[in-house]
């Protein structure tokens, strides 16, 4: 298996640092989605500083894990200005102290204009403007210090499909975003059956900007698409995992929404198809 296979620290529970990092081995992961504020133990920590950032690592590092994905999960695209302004000083320090995470490329999804989650006024031509606003004040201070980050495209936010992420490209126009492909966000009870396209097109379009792939799975039932841990749904896992392994040798390959007991189905799942 060439995918560097890993997953998100938070979808382990744990009471501690050192208990997350024990389960975290006992799986073979060699990497993490590390999102401080999503931590239990950690629910003091909303900006990073230099020490809490270089202990971290070191207690990651002694671990033989490495922060392939640094989450910041905030709404850079909220109507309430300060909200919209926390979260992006908050992705800056993230950036800023990426260097301290071997230069983990920081990551968030882009959120909703509404500060109440899901809401149609996403899928305005003014939310996709106001996201490329905030991504690309993201990308200047990223491109002033030397950092990466991704975005990543879902179908209830502004970048909800592979239009609109072509458009948010362009228009920021930096070498520094990149891009996290989960096709699972990009696949509704609209257009479940033509995920071999969605699939072939995101690889097709974006294969340069793509840093990190998000394994996750769905099932449809009575007329709702409903996400399931790693294959237990009707994902074709066998295009996305070849596509991945053929073209993105040792990429970093995510684990996300899955309980500790579907773990080793999803591993021996992978190691199956790569």
């Given at each position: 298996?060439?995918?560097?296979?890993?997953?998100?620290?938070?979808?382990?529970?744990?009471?501690?640092?050192?208990?997350?990092?024990?389960?975290?081995?006992?799986?073979?992961?060699?990497?993490?989605?590390?999102?401080?504020?999503?931590?239990?133990?950690?629910?003091?920590?909303?900006?990073?500083?230099?020490?809490?950032?270089?202990?971290?690592?070191?207690?990651?590092?002694?671990?033989?894990?490495?922060?392939?994905?640094?989450?910041?999960?905030?709404?850079?695209?909220?109507?309430?200005?300060?909200?919209?302004?926390?979260?992006?000083?908050?992705?800056?320090?993230?950036?800023?102290?990426?260097?301290?995470?071997?230069?983990?490329?920081?990551?968030t999804e882009t959120g909703s204009v509404g500060n109440n989650g899901?809401?149609?006024?996403?899928?305005?031509?003014?939310?996709?403007?106001?996201?490329?606003?905030?991504?690309?004040?993201?990308?200047?201070?990223?491109?002033?210090?030397?950092?990466?980050?991704?975005?990543?495209?879902?179908?209830?936010?502004?970048?909800?499909?592979?239009?609109?992420?072509?458009?948010?490209?362009?228009?920021?126009?930096?070498?520094?975003?990149?891009?996290?492909?989960?096709?699972?966000?990009?696949?509704?009870?609209?257009?479940?059956?033509?995920?071999?396209?969605?699939?072939?097109?995101?690889?097709?379009?974006?294969?340069?900007?793509?840093?990190?792939?998000h394994l996750k799975d769905f099932i449809c039932d009575k007329g709702?698409?409903?996400?399931?841990?790693?294959?237990?749904?009707?994902?074709?896992?066998?295009?996305?995992?070849?596509?991945?392994?053929?073209?993105?040798?040792?990429?970093?390959?995510?684990?996300?929404?899955?309980?500790?007991?579907?773990?080793?189905?999803?591993?021996?799942?992978?190691?199956?198809?790569?």
């Amino acid at each position: 298996m060439s995918i560097s296979l890993g997953i998100r620290a938070h979808d382990l529970p744990a009471h501690d640092l050192n208990e997350m990092l024990k389960k975290i081995k006992s799986y073979g992961f060699t990497n993490i989605q590390f999102a401080p504020t999503k931590l239990n133990f950690l629910h003091n920590i909303t900006f990073l500083n230099y020490g809490q950032s270089r202990f971290l690592n070191k207690k990651l590092c002694s671990a033989g894990i490495q922060v392939s994905i640094l989450g910041c999960y905030v709404n850079i695209v909220s109507k309430d200005k300060n909200v919209r302004n926390e979260a992006l000083n908050r992705f800056k320090n993230y950036l800023d102290m990426s260097r301290y995470f071997d230069n983990a490329i920081v990551a968030t999804e882009t959120g909703s204009v509404g500060n109440n989650g899901y809401t149609e006024q996403n899928f305005t031509d003014e939310a996709f403007l106001e996201v490329v606003k905030s991504v690309r004040e993201l990308a200047n201070h990223a491109e002033k210090i030397g950092a990466l980050f991704a975005i990543e495209p879902g179908i209830n936010h502004p970048i909800y499909n592979l239009q609109r992420t072509k458009e948010l490209i362009e228009l920021v126009n930096s070498p520094n975003l990149k891009l996290i492909f989960d096709p699972c966000n990009l696949i509704s009870i609209d257009n479940f059956e033509e995920q071999d396209k969605i699939i072939n097109d995101f690889f097709d379009s974006f294969n340069k900007r793509i840093c990190a792939f998000h394994l996750k799975d769905f099932i449809c039932d009575k007329g709702q698409l409903q996400i399931v841990p790693f294959g237990r749904g009707s994902l074709n896992k066998r295009l996305f995992l070849t596509r991945i392994n053929e073209e993105f040798p040792h990429a970093f390959g995510l684990l996300e929404s899955i309980n500790e007991s579907d773990i080793d189905n999803a591993v021996r799942i992978i190691n199956t198809i790569c």
